[in-house]
């Protein structure tokens, strides 16, 4: 799951360095474009919020600390979670962090992230390996680093989780083989099947599709699979 929902909490006052710099010029929550809820007068955030912000990832404080949550649980699991935060806003626009970014000409910030939370994974893999052999790092193909990176290669010991928003087959088969050309040996499928097809009759009609994406999914070496809940209507 996105890992960081809880860091501005924790974080905020000592680190504020650990947190993007947005398009407003802080390193701070943005407001939330879907706001669930009246605003708690008392706090300048809301819950919500406060678990959409994003890292500043080129900021090597931010692996140091994803590993120092990690150590004391080092001998349970060997996985060390840098999934970034939910929704696709509020990403880091410090130099170092656009440094990390490959963009076409003519893209626009925020189109294609994925460089950027590669490098951050396999700065965490790195650090994680130097306390357990066998450690890896876990990151999402998903939002702006869905697609696979342009110049960043995966270490051998970080753990893609494959969110696609393309369904077709021979696209799915063609993004499968971008992650793995740049690196990914192990991919996990997390399909967001239940909030794509909106549905509440039974069947719900995507089951083959399912199915299919999934065979497509193994054939491709993704070793494990996530599922989203059925979608609220």
């Not at 919500?48 to 140091?64: D, H, W, Y």
């Not at 077709?168 to 793995?180: H, I, M, R, T, V």
């Not at 996990?188 to 995507?206: D, K």
Request: include cysteine.
């Amino acid at each position: 799951g996105h890992a960081f929902a809880k860091w501005w909490d924790r974080f905020h006052k000592d680190h504020p360095d650990y947190f993007a710099l947005t398009h407003l010029g802080k390193r701070e929550p943005l407001p939330d474009p879907r706001p669930v809820g009246p605003k708690p007068a008392a706090a300048p955030f809301t819950e919500r919020e406060r678990s959409f912000v994003k890292l500043c990832v080129s900021n090597p404080g931010v692996t140091e600390q994803i590993i120092k949550d990690w150590l004391p649980r080092k001998d349970l699991n060997r996985y060390v979670n840098a999934c970034e935060n939910d929704m696709p806003y509020g990403f880091c626009q410090c130099a170092e962090c656009v440094k990390l970014d490959v963009r076409k000409e003519g893209e626009k910030f925020g189109q294609h992230l994925a460089d950027r939370y590669v490098f951050l994974a396999n700065q965490v893999a790195r650090e994680a390996q130097k306390h357990r052999a066998d450690a890896a790092s876990t990151m999402y193909a998903y939002g702006p680093a869905e697609q696979p990176p342009r110049r960043e290669k995966l270490r051998p010991n970080v753990v893609v989780g494959m969110t696609p928003t393309d369904f077709d087959l021979k696209n799915l088969e063609a993004w499968f083989g971008g992650w793995k050309a740049a690196g990914a040996t192990e991919m996990q499928i997390r399909p967001n099947f239940h909030w794509y097809y909106a549905t509440i009759s039974l069947p719900m009609g995507y089951e083959k599709h399912m199915f299919d994406a999934l065979q497509l999914a193994l054939k491709s070496g993704c070793i494990a699979a996530d599922f989203d809940s059925i979608k609220r209507n």
